[in-house]
T-cell receptor
Framework: AQSVAQPEDQVNVAEGNPLTVKCTYSVSGNPYLFWYVQYPNRGLQFLLKYITGDNLVKGSYGFEAEFNKSQTSFHLKKPSALVSDSALYFCAVRHSSSNTGKLIFGQGTTLQVKP | ETGVTQTPRHLVMGMTNKKSLKCEQH?????MYWYKQSAKKPLELMFVYNFKEQTENNSVPSRFSPECPNSSHLFLHLHTLQPEDSALYLCASSLPQGSGANVLTFGAGSRLTVL
């Protein structure tokens, strides 16, 4: 069965410092991997996805994520955090051969960026 | 504004009431989804519709009844709910199922409180 784990409920980082939000996944075969962000009182917004090719994926707002097949990880990173990055971040996985569109989400990680 | 509009944004209902949540998208998508978001838990996929046909019912109790009259509109009819059904209900849409790389576009959600 497919699953996604986000091991940290909350990540705290100072503004200007690099940030990492961790995600590991379990899926048989090749995965499609996604990151979404949710700001307060809003729905989820797409940040980036990995389908195939270069393991380093660049997305919106300066975020990037690195696909590591051997470690089954897809950690979200940003070189320099902003206070406005504070939000709830979700990692999600879908099996590449899935034709039902069923996307499995992690439980979310709250990112708190302090000035 | 994401192009996916959910109404009402907030709903308080008693356990014996009947109410409905509405979702509308103007993105030309043909797949629509209902997700349930509870605090500290992964998003739970409830229902998926592809070209108005239901393709996924994730063992959702019958007190939740979806309706998809066309590819632009999705409803969630609620009756005799339980307090544990209180949550944020998110609607999403995407290009037709069949491509695992499809990105979901979410609405802002309907916050439901069951008394």
């Amino acid at each position: 069965a497919q699953s996604v784990a986000q091991p940290e409920d909350q990540v705290n980082v100072a503004e200007g410092n690099p940030l990492t939000v961790k995600c590991t996944y379990s899926v048989s075969g090749n995965p499609y991997l996604f990151w979404y962000v949710q700001y307060p009182n809003r729905g989820l917004q797409f940040l980036l996805k990995y389908i195939t090719g270069d393991n380093l994926v660049k997305g919106s707002y300066g975020f990037e994520a690195e696909f590591n097949k051997s470690q089954t990880s897809f950690h979200l990173k940003k070189p320099s955090a902003l206070v406005s990055d504070s939000a709830l971040y979700f990692c999600a996985v879908r099996h590449s051969s899935s034709n039902t569109g069923k996307l499995i989400f992690g439980q979310g990680t709250t990112l708190q960026v302090k000035p | 504004e994401t192009g996916v509009t959910q109404t009402p944004r907030h709903l308080v209902m008693g356990m014996t009431n009947k109410k409905s949540l509405k979702c509308e998208q103007h993105l030309g998508h043909n797949a629509m989804y209902w997700y349930k978001q509870s605090a500290k838990k992964p998003l739970e996929l409830m229902f998926v519709y592809n070209f108005k046909e239901q393709t996924e019912n994730n063992s959702v109790p019958s007190r939740f009844s979806p309706e998809c009259p066309n590819s632009s509109h999705l409803f969630l009819h609620l009756h005799t709910l339980q307090p544990e059904d209180s949550a944020l209900y998110l609607c999403a849409s995407s290009l037709p199922q069949g491509s695992g790389a499809n990105v979901l576009t979410f609405g802002a959600g309907s916050r439901l409180t069951v008394l």
